[in-house]
Nanobody, 121 residues
Framework: QVRLVESGGGLVQAGGSLRLSCAAS????????MGWYRQAPGKQRELVAA???????NYADSVKGRFTISRDNAKNTVYLQMNSLKPEDTAVYYC???????????????WGKGTLVTVSS
């Protein structure tokens, strides 16, 4: 089975930085895109950043200029460098991958269990 494992979350003061990592493993033929979503208490899950295997990126307006997404396709790993963190960035961050498990398989989304990021003021 496909598994996504996030790491790097924690507690940081406002203005600080964290780097999240997500490694995909298991039955993977090809990955179309990977990304990060977050969900704060009482709010809907939202896209933070995404990147295709070709390197095209997309960011939420709220994190542009502060967060940078990158990937290592050979390792099926995606990173999220978070700088100038704000209290409103506090959320559980989830890794997402859109992939095919084998030739001819349909592309579908897989999710990690999440890592908590807490930004204190």
């Amino acid at each position: 089975q496909v598994r996504l494992v996030e790491s790097g979350g924690g507690l940081v003061q406002a203005g600080g930085s964290l780097r999240l990592s997500c490694a995909a493993s298991g039955s993977i033929f090809s990955i179309n895109a990977m990304g990060w979503y977050r969900q704060a208490p009482g709010k809907q899950r939202e896209l933070v950043a995404a990147i295709t295997s070709g390197g095209t990126t997309n960011y939420a307006d709220s994190v542009k200029g502060r967060f940078t997404i990158s990937r290592d396709n050979a390792k099926n790993t995606v990173y999220l460098q978070m700088n100038s963190l704000k209290p409103e960035d506090t959320a559980v961050y989830y890794c997402n991958a859109n992939l095919r498990r084998w030739v001819g398989d349909y592309r579908r989304d897989y999710w990690g269990k999440g890592t908590l990021v807490t930004v204190s003021s």
